[in-house]
């Protein structure tokens, strides 16, 4: 599966923004997915994940409450709505394929978030 990642752009603290995921390949609806995003100068971090079906949901307790993962398999994309979205939101964020929480899929070319106080 290969993955492009993309929405991200420059918000104030407070605005929203939605991500997008596109896959390519037909097996896309049999993978678990999840956002991951790397901030300047620290390590990548997860955020969101999202079982095959949809079913399932599981969010980093940094972003719960604020942020939303879904999927659209019939399109092959996974969504994140940033709502919210503070300072410390500013990263990359990527996704890609998932183990529960844990990142076992190719990094893709992300897409920067940037928010300002």
């Known amino acids: 599966v290969q993955l492009q990642a993309s929405g991200g752009g420059l918000v104030q603290a407070g605005g929203s923004l939605r991500l997008s995921c596109a896959a390519s390949?037909?097996?896309?609806?049999?993978?678990?997915m999840g956002w991951f995003r790397q901030a300047p100068g620290k390590e990548r971090e997860f955020v969101a994940a999202?079982?095959?079906?949809?079913?399932?949901?599981y969010y980093a307790d940094s972003v719960k409450g604020r942020f939303t993962i879904s999927r659209d398999n019939a399109k092959n994309t996974v969504y994140l709505q940033m709502n919210s979205l503070k300072p410390e939101d500013t990263a990359v964020y990527y996704c890609?394929?998932?183990?529960?929480?844990?990142?076992?899929?190719?990094w893709g070319q992300g897409t920067q978030v940037t928010v300002s106080s």
């Open positions: 890609t394929t998932v183990a529960g929480t844990v990142p076992v899929g190719s």
């Open positions: 390949g037909r097996t896309f609806s049999s993978y678990a």
């Open positions: 999202i079982s095959w079906s949809g079913g399932s949901t």
